[in-house]
């Protein structure tokens, strides 16, 4: 099992508070625009209205992200409309939010037991000692799943394992990662994942009952069909 790898956020881009009178100065919000992953089929509504990207069975979607004046995370999901009085394409959005996610959000890959114990401080995390799984976030824990998106992260670190990857998308915040030695059972972890999403998950955090596979050798991230 790999240490925990990092991804460090620019800290130059955070700021405390929105002055959301200044939403239609695109050359304002731009810097705050990044993209996080959804489900497509249970937000195909409210993507009508949304630009976005299909990915595999999920969607790419924005948001204007920013800090409370208390340095809580909230954001602003941009619309078609925001679009129209930005004067700016889908592709010029994704452009933008490919650079701004990483350099605003940054990204964290840590051995599962050792994130479970941080944030409980208690024992629940023991039974994942010996298993090599790996939650894959971001440094807020915030839209965290879209860390797979970003180029070159996951290259890397299946790189220092050898091997491609297994993702189980626990949910838009995070996904988990196991190694993939071509021994891992893929109907059971994707019973698993169901499982987990039906009883423990919320449906605004719901991202997908599949799984996925990273190939190290085409750098590519595939659904398990």
Known sequence: MIDTYLMPKNNETEEAGFDISRYTDYDFVRSRLIYKLINYRSNRDKLKSQPHRR?????????????????????????CDHLKYWNVTEEELYRVASKNTPERLGGRIEPLASALKRMAATGPADEFDEQEMYICTNMEFFYGSSTILYEGFLKKFASGLGCSLIIL?????????????????????EELVAYVNKTEVSPQEYLSDNIYIYDIEEDLIKMNI
Do not use: M, Q
């Not at 990915?55 to 619309?79: D, H, M, Q, R, W």
């Not at 030695?181 to 059971?188: A, F, L, N, P, V």
């Open 55 to 79: 990915f595999l069975n999920l969607a790419i979607s924005y948001c204007c992200a920013f800090k409370t004046p208390i340095g809580e995370n909230a954001n602003i999901t941009v619309t």
């Open 169 to 189: 998308p626990s949910s838009v915040h995070e996904a988990i990662l196991l190694p993939d030695r071509g021994e891992s059972d893929y109907k059971g972890l």
